[in-house]
């Protein structure tokens, strides 16, 4: 997009910035699946899936099950997410 009083050198450095960002974002991402990978190999549990006490009785509402590979039980989505994240390490 462009304004009457922009060049065409602006709308190119906005091109520019706009692909620059999006290969940061790829490279974060790129980043994060291969820690990922990493950590599978070395046999630790990212916690990446889990499940609610509908899908599993043994549960109380508000509790989560890790169905990735350890099955620890969190007591909240907050516990869960903060798992995640001491697992990646981020
Ligand atoms: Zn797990």
Redesign the pocket.
């Known amino acids: 997009m462009s304004y009457p009083d922009e060049t065409s050198a602006d709308e190119l450095q906005a091109i520019r910035e706009q692909r620059l960002d999006v290969d940061l974002e790829m490279a974060a991402m790129t980043a994060v699946g291969d820690r990922i990978a990493e950590l599978r190999r070395a046999g630790i ?4 899936s ?1 499940q609610g006490h509908r899908a599993d009785p043994d549960l109380r509402p508000g509790q989560l099950r ?7 039980v969190f007591a909240s989505d907050e516990e869960w997410h903060a ?1 995640m994240d001491a ?1 990646l390490d981020m």
């Open positions: 549990c990212t916690h990446g889990t890790c169905t990735d590979t350890c099955k620890r798992a697992a």
